[in-house]
């Protein structure tokens, strides 16, 4: 009886994850293809150049940051599902790693800010596809 009740519970879950998963999927895919047209008329050929370099080291970064946490926590969440507590401590633990990893690019990204000498301006606008990245 009580799994009759905890099942359309999961079902509407599932449901919901994979709606906020596409639309954050179609957001990823749409927003450069509106923005692109828009930054590369006002960058003009030499801007263009520029962003494509600073665009290139940021994603070092940015990966960096990222380190694969998102496959691995899903994979060893899937394992220990059925215990709320071991997944409550895989959570947190994985979460602190990320936030390490985190603070250890920003900091390497912001010593690569101090030494650059042409593009400094146009790193510092990309903190924001940094963060954005590793949120």
């Known amino acids: 009886m009580e799994e009759a009740v905890n099942k359309p519970k999961k079902e509407a879950s599932i449901k919901k994850n994979y709606i906020f998963n596409s639309t954050h999927v179609l957001i990823s895919i749409l927003v450069p293809m509106f923005t692109a047209p828009y930054v590369y008329r006002i960058l003009m050929p030499d801007g263009i150049g520029i962003k494509s370099y600073v665009a290139a080291n940021v994603s070092y970064f940015t990966l960096f940051g990222m380190l694969g946490i998102a496959g691995y926590g899903q994979r060893e969440a899937a394992i220990v599902r059925d ?7 895989l959570f947190w633990e994985l979460q602190l790693f990320h936030t390490m990893a985190v603070l250890v690019s920003l900091i390497a990204y912001f010593i690569l800010i101090i030494f650059s000498k042409d593009d400094k301006f146009y790193y510092i606008l990309s903190l924001i596809s940094i963060m954005a990245g590793m949120a």
């Open 83 to 89: 215990d709320k507590k071991k997944v409550s401590e």
